[in-house]
């Protein structure tokens, strides 16, 4: 998975701030240093003219001479290490310090990115999904099957396993989800499952409720020119992530906007071959009626549909913590 160019540069951006935060705090402490100790540098200075001297000897093959080196910096460091012992200090307290060591807050190591790097993907994957905090406690850990029964739970049981099979081929495969389901069967809760799988392994994704993105759309669009910037913005951050979810799709208010607005979001995404995930309340035929045929049909041809069993699980969940 790639990150956005924005998403790229926001991260680039903080390790430039980092380096700049650790160059002058390393720049202060020695300056206070050598107020503190002026006998270092001059000795400092005698360091460096005999490591010079050292490898010139070596180029020189004079194998006295390099001996006598060796001895005289063992000498000078020694000296050294004592000086600053004697005012508290270590020869790690004249080095930079770093947020992160091993890539010293460049986020690579050689052409590769380091753990720190992909650690501040999946940070910042997080904050851009708006599931940064419900994804804490809805996720395949806390999933439970002892809210469905009999038949209900084994239909579950095969849910999830396609849930499971969709992070799986991600990469590989490009697939499309329809959860369809009453009022609290799961739908959200399974979404946001899948969210977080993808997410840890750095794969971005963007939550938003129909009335977030139909909300958003129509601000972009008809809020004036400051937002029209903002318009031309949310699209590619729309069609360019990894997953984009769709929740309670057909609560919001429909009308002619959001309609073309919502096929023109699937099928972009489609023909990007960029995986959406989208979850509704309503059956196929109510689907038909309020987004159009055209859109159905899109949604028929290019999404794997799964109607999750049971009723509302928020409802048995209250009623059994007050039993």
Request: glycine share 4%; aromatic share 10%.
């Given at each position: 998975?790639?990150?956005?160019?924005?998403?790229?540069?926001?991260?680039?951006?903080?390790?430039?701030?980092?380096?700049?935060?650790?160059?002058?705090?390393?720049?202060?402490?020695?300056?206070?240093?050598?107020?503190?100790?002026?006998?270092?540098?001059?000795?400092?200075?005698?360091?460096?003219?005999?490591?010079?001297?050292?490898?010139?000897?070596?180029?020189?093959?004079?194998?006295?001479?390099?001996?006598?080196?060796?001895?005289?910096?063992?000498?000078?460091?020694?000296?050294?290490?004592?000086?600053?012992?004697?005012?508290?200090?270590?020869?790690?307290?004249?080095?930079?310090?770093?947020?992160?060591?091993?890539?010293?807050?460049?986020?690579?190591?050689?052409?590769?990115?380091?753990?720190?790097?992909?650690?501040?993907?999946?940070?910042?994957?997080?904050?851009?999904?708006?599931?940064?905090?419900?994804?804490?406690?809805?996720?395949?850990?806390?999933?439970?099957?002892?809210?469905?029964?009999?038949?209900?739970?084994?239909?579950?049981?095969?849910?999830v396993a396609e849930a499971?099979?969709?992070?799986?081929?991600?990469?590989?495969?490009?697939?499309?989800?329809?959860?369809?389901?009453?009022?609290?069967?799961?739908?959200?809760?399974?979404?946001?499952?899948?969210?977080?799988?993808?997410?840890?392994?750095?794969?971005?994704?963007?939550?938003?409720?129909?009335?977030?993105?139909?909300?958003?759309?129509?601000?972009?669009?008809?809020?004036?020119?400051?937002?029209?910037?903002?318009?031309?913005?949310?699209?590619?951050?729309?069609?360019?992530?990894?997953?984009?979810?769709?929740?309670?799709?057909?609560?919001?208010?429909?009308?002619?906007?959001?309609?073309?607005?919502?096929?023109?979001?699937?099928?972009?995404r489609i023909l990007r071959?960029?995986?959406?995930?989208?979850?509704?309340?309503?059956?196929?035929?109510?689907?038909?009626?309020?987004?159009?045929?055209?859109?159905?049909?899109?949604?028929?041809s290019s999404y794997t549909?799964?109607?999750?069993?049971?009723?509302?699980?928020?409802?048995?969940?209250?009623?059994?913590?007050?039993?």
């Amino acid at each position: 998975m790639s990150l956005m160019n924005t998403q790229y540069d926001s991260i680039m951006r903080m390790y430039a701030a980092r380096q700049a935060r650790s160059r002058q705090e390393y720049e202060e402490r020695m300056e206070q240093i050598q107020k503190d100790v002026p006998e270092l540098a001059p000795l400092d200075a005698d360091i460096t003219a005999c490591q010079a001297a050292l490898v010139r000897s070596a180029v020189e093959e004079n194998p006295a001479r390099r001996a006598d080196l060796k001895s005289r910096l063992k000498n000078l460091q020694e000296q050294r290490n004592a000086l600053l012992s004697a005012h508290g200090l270590t020869p790690a307290s004249l080095e930079p310090v770093y947020v992160c060591p091993d890539c010293k807050d460049t986020g690579y190591i050689g052409s590769d990115k380091c753990h720190c790097f992909l650690q501040a993907e999946i940070d910042l994957l997080y904050h851009q999904s708006n599931l940064n905090e419900v994804l804490k406690q809805e996720n395949f850990d806390t999933f439970s099957y002892n809210w469905y029964d009999g038949d209900e739970r084994d239909s579950m049981r095969r849910t999830v396993a396609e849930a499971r099979l969709f992070i799986e081929n991600f990469d590989t495969q490009f697939q499309n989800l329809l959860l369809l389901g009453a009022v609290g069967t799961g739908k959200t809760f399974l979404s946001n499952c899948i969210a977080k799988e993808l997410m840890d392994t750095c794969h971005s994704v963007v939550y938003l409720t129909a009335f977030q993105l139909f909300d958003m759309l129509s601000k972009a669009a008809f809020g004036g020119e400051r937002n029209a910037q903002n318009y031309q913005q949310t699209y590619p951050y729309l069609f360019d992530c990894d997953l984009l979810i769709i929740d309670d799709l057909g609560t919001e208010l429909p009308n002619s906007f959001t309609v073309s607005q919502f096929f023109l979001c699937i099928n972009e995404r489609i023909l990007r071959k960029k995986s959406t995930l989208i979850s509704s309340n309503l059956d196929m035929e109510a689907l038909r009626s309020i987004y159009s045929e055209r859109t159905l049909s899109r949604i028929i041809s290019s999404y794997t549909i799964r109607q999750l069993p049971g009723s509302d699980i928020r409802i048995k969940k209250k009623l059994y913590h007050h039993s």
